[in-house]
C-alpha cells in the first residue's frame, strides 16, 4: 500500500512512521506499506493532487486542522471532490468536528487509537477491491473500456437519432441505463454471490415504495418485525401530473426471522430422526450424528430455497439478520396506510434476486392441487 499523511505535529508524524514500522513487520505482500508520503500543509497537499497520478495512492490520513489553516482538511476534500479524485481517507485528529466525505473509510480522535487503525481500514478497502475500483483500476473500469468500445462507439449513429428525438438530458440517462446494462450482463458470471449483493440501497428519495423495497413496523402488533413490497413494479411506477403510482394498493409480504424457523423445525427434525434412530438400536453417538445430519440437510434446504415453495430464504447482509420471506403472509395497504405503518429501511432486493422471488411468488399462487380424497383402508 502507498498511503499519504496530511499532517504537520511532529509527534504524529513519529508516531505514524512507529506505526508503519510496527505494521509492516507482521503483514506481508500487498498489505505491507511500501511508502508513506508526508504533507504539512494544505497548499502542498493539494499541489499533489494536481501533479500526481490519484491511482498511485491507496489512501489519506488526514488531520482536520492545520496549525497554518484551521479548515484545512475540509478544504482539501471539497478539492479531491471538485477535481472528482476518489480517494479513500481515514481521519485522525483531535478534533470532533462533523464531516461528510463518500470515501471516509473512518474517523479517529487522535491518541484513542495507534495509526494501525487506519492501516486495517485501508486494508480492508484493498482486499475487498475497493480501492481498485475507487483508483480506476478494477473490473468496473476495465469492462467499460470493451462495452464502449464493442457495444457504444459503434452505435453512436443510433443514439444520435435519439437525441434529436427525446434531447440530450434524456439521452445521457438512456445512455447510462444501457451502459449499466451491458456491463451487468458482462459480469453476470456464474461466480457465488456474496451475501451483501442481495441487497441495494435505495438512493433515491421519494414519497412512495419502490417493488422490492424493504420496510420496517413503526409499532408491534405482529411476529413480524419487517415486510417487502411484492408487488409488480409496472404497478407502482409514477405516472402523470403530479406523478402517482399506476396503482392505487400495494401489496407486501412478511418476513419471519430465520433463526426462528430453524431452531424450531429444525428441532422437531432432531428429535424425529433421534427416535427413530433409537428405536432401530442404534447407539448414542450413531444417534447423535444422525440427528446433526437431518438438521444440516433441513438448514440447506432452507438456504438454497428447496424446504417448501412458499418460503424464500434472505440472507444475513447489511442491517438485517437471516430472514424468510413467508408467501402466505400477504398484505394489501393503500399507499397512506404504508406511510402510516412502515418506515423505509433504505434497502431494495437486488433485481438479480427480486425477479426470482416474484417467479416462485408466481408459481406458488398458480400452482394447481386437488383436494383430500378421504379413502377408507
Same mark, same amino acid.
Given at each position: 500500500m502507498r498511503l499519504l499523511i496530511v499532517d504537520d505535529a511532529t509527534t504524529d508524524l513519529d508516531a505514524c512512521r512507529t506505526s508503519k514500522e510496527r505494521w509492516n513487520r507482521s503483514h506481508s505482500g500487498e498489505s505491507v506499506i511500501s511508502e508513506l508520503v508526508e504533507?504539512?500543509?494544505?497548499?502542498?497537499?493539494r499541489q499533489y493532487f494536481k501533479s500526481h497520478d490519484a491511482c498511485a495512492i491507496d489512501g489519506i490520513i488526514l488531520d482536520l486542522k492545520l496549525a497554518e489553516q484551521a479548515d484545512a482538511g475540509q478544504l482539501l476534500i471539497d478539492d479531491l471532490n471538485a477535481m472528482h479524485r476518489r480517494m479513500?481517507?481515514?481521519?485522525?485528529?483531535?478534533?470532533?468536528?462533523?464531516?461528510?466525505?463518500?470515501?471516509?473509510?473512518?474517523?479517529?480522535?487522535?491518541?484513542?487509537?495507534?495509526?494501525?487503525?487506519?492501516?486495517?481500514?485501508?486494508?480492508?478497502?484493498?482486499?475487498?477491491?475497493?480501492?481498485?475500483?475507487?483508483?480506476?483500476?478494477g473490473v468496473i473500469d476495465r469492462q467499460l473500456k470493451d462495452i464502449f468500445d464493442k457495444a457504444i462507439v459503434p452505435r453512436l449513429d443510433s443514439w444520435k437519432k435519439y437525441v434529436d428525438a427525446a434531447g440530450s438530458e434524456n439521452a445521457e440517462r438512456?445512455?447510462?441505463?444501457?451502459?449499466?446494462?451491458?456491463?451487468?450482463?458482462?459480469?453476470?458470471?456464474?461466480?457465488a454471490y456474496a451475501p451483501?449483493?442481495?441487497?441495494?440501497?435505495?438512493?433515491?428519495?421519494?414519497? +412512495? &415504495? *419502490?417493488? @422490492?423495497?424493504?420496510l420496517r413496523r413503526k409499532t408491534g402488533g405482529s411476529p413480524s418485525q419487517y415486510v417487502v413490497v411484492i408487488s409488480p413494479a409496472c404497478d407502482l411506477a409514477l405516472y402523470g401530473d403530479p406523478c402517482k403510482p399506476k396503482s392505487d394498493v400495494v401489496q407486501v409480504c412478511e418476513l419471519e426471522a430465520a433463526e426462528a424457523l430453524l431452531k424450531s423445525v429444525g428441532g422437531c427434525i432432531s428429535k424425529s430422526v433421534a427416535n427413530k434412530s433409537k428405536k432401530a438400536g442404534d447407539d448414542s453417538e450413531t444417534v447423535q450424528k444422525k440427528s446433526a445430519a437431518a438438521v444440516r440437510s433441513f438448514n440447506d434446504k432452507v438456504f438454497s430455497n428447496q424446504y417448501t415453495l412458499y418460503?424464500?430464504?434472505?440472507?444475513?447482509?447489511?442491517?438485517?439478520?437471516?430472514?424468510?420471506?413467508?408467501?402466505?403472509?400477504?398484505?394489501?395497504h393503500t399507499h397512506a396506510e404504508v406511510?402510516?405503518? +412502515? &418506515? *423505509?429501511? @433504505?434497502?431494495?432486493v437486488s433485481p438479480n434476486f427480486f425477479r426470482d422471488i416474484q417467479s416462485r411468488f408466481s408459481a406458488y399462487y398458480g400452482r394447481q392441487g386437488q383436494p383430500v380424497i378421504c379413502v377408507e383402508r
Open positions: 504533507i504539512k500543509t494544505y497548499p502542498d497537499a479513500p481517507i481515514v481521519v485522525f485528529t483531535a478534533t470532533q468536528d462533523p464531516l461528510s466525505f463518500q470515501y471516509l473509510l473512518g474517523a479517529f480522535k487522535k491518541g484513542d487509537k495507534p495509526y494501525d487503525a487506519a492501516f486495517e481500514r485501508f486494508e480492508i478497502a484493498q482486499k475487498v477491491g475497493l480501492t481498485k475500483i475507487l483508483g480506476c483500476d438512456a445512455l447510462s441505463r444501457s451502459v449499466v446494462m451491458h456491463l451487468h450482463e458482462a459480469m453476470d458470471e456464474d461466480d451483501d449483493e442481495f441487497y441495494v440501497s435505495n438512493l433515491e428519495d421519494s414519497d +412512495y &415504495v *419502490k417493488s @422490492g423495497e424493504v418460503y424464500h430464504y434472505f440472507p444475513a447482509a447489511v442491517d438485517f439478520d437471516g430472514f424468510v420471506m413467508n408467501f402466505r403472509r400477504l398484505k394489501t406511510s402510516n405503518e +412502515y &418506515v *423505509k429501511t @433504505g434497502y431494495i
